[in-house]
């Protein structure tokens, strides 16, 4: 009986060593004992926004060349129920329209009670000042009456600017800034002007 136990009692002893001599080789070979730091950490989400993004794409000046008071008209559907832009149109909850573009902020039209948020801000409506209120009202004019959300589509401020604009005339367009020359294009413009002079050094004199 005590031989048996001794026997078993060995195999198990045995076991054990064999079991701690695999965890040990195992922790050596993947290296589990060792704190492992991703190179990249989580996963690129494929058309995810960049920070700044938002801010990318056509200038005010490029909205404003490209775009259509046709299409302003129907986005100026939106501001129908409080304002008229026809020339000797009635005021509504809002001002006549008419004219807008290129008069001082708040003081188009006289007598009309306007938010001292408003009045009060200075400046006039430029195509700049115009597309910061379409955009948002009170951002703009912290504490006006206007309760329109605003604009959140540059290209829809831009074509209600050109509306506007044909109603009552207003400032001329900005003008749309040139795109950079490529480094390449700019190189070969030199390389040309060097060619050029270089021909004409060489030429024999008439």
């Not at 001082?104 to 948020?117: L, N, Q, R, V």
């Not at 006039?124 to 951002?139: G, I, V, Y």
């Not at 400032?171 to 795109?179: D, F, G, I, T």
Request: hydrophobic share 40%.
């Amino acid at each position: 009986m005590s031989d048996r136990t001794n026997t078993i009692a060995g195999w198990v002893f045995f076991s054990g060593i064999v079991a701690l001599g695999l965890s040990i080789g195992s922790g050596m070979y993947f290296g589990a004992d060792k704190h492992h730091t991703l190179e990249n950490p989580g996963y690129p989400i494929e058309g995810a926004a960049e920070e700044g993004a938002a801010d990318a794409g056509p200038s005010l000046a490029e909205l404003l060349a490209t775009g259509s008071a046709e299409a302003g008209e129907a986005v100026f559907a939106k501001f129908t129920s409080c304002h008229t832009i026809n020339q000797g149109g009635a005021n509504g909850i809002g001002p006549n329209l008419y004219g807008i573009m290129g008069v001082p902020i708040g003081k188009h039209i006289p007598g009309f009670a306007y938010s001292s948020a408003l009045s009060g801000h200075g400046g006039n409506w430029t195509f700049e000042n115009m597309d910061e209120w379409l955009k948002s009202p009170k951002r703009f004019a912290d504490g006006t009456k206007m309760s329109f959300a605003g604009l959140g589509t540059p290209a829809d401020r831009a074509n209600v600017m050109l509306y506007m604009l044909a109603n009552g005339g207003g400032p001329a367009l900005p003008a749309v800034e040139a795109a950079p020359a490529a480094e390449g294009d700019a190189a070969a413009v030199e390389g040309e002007a060097v060619e050029g002079e270089a021909g004409a050094e060489a030429a024999p004199a008439a």
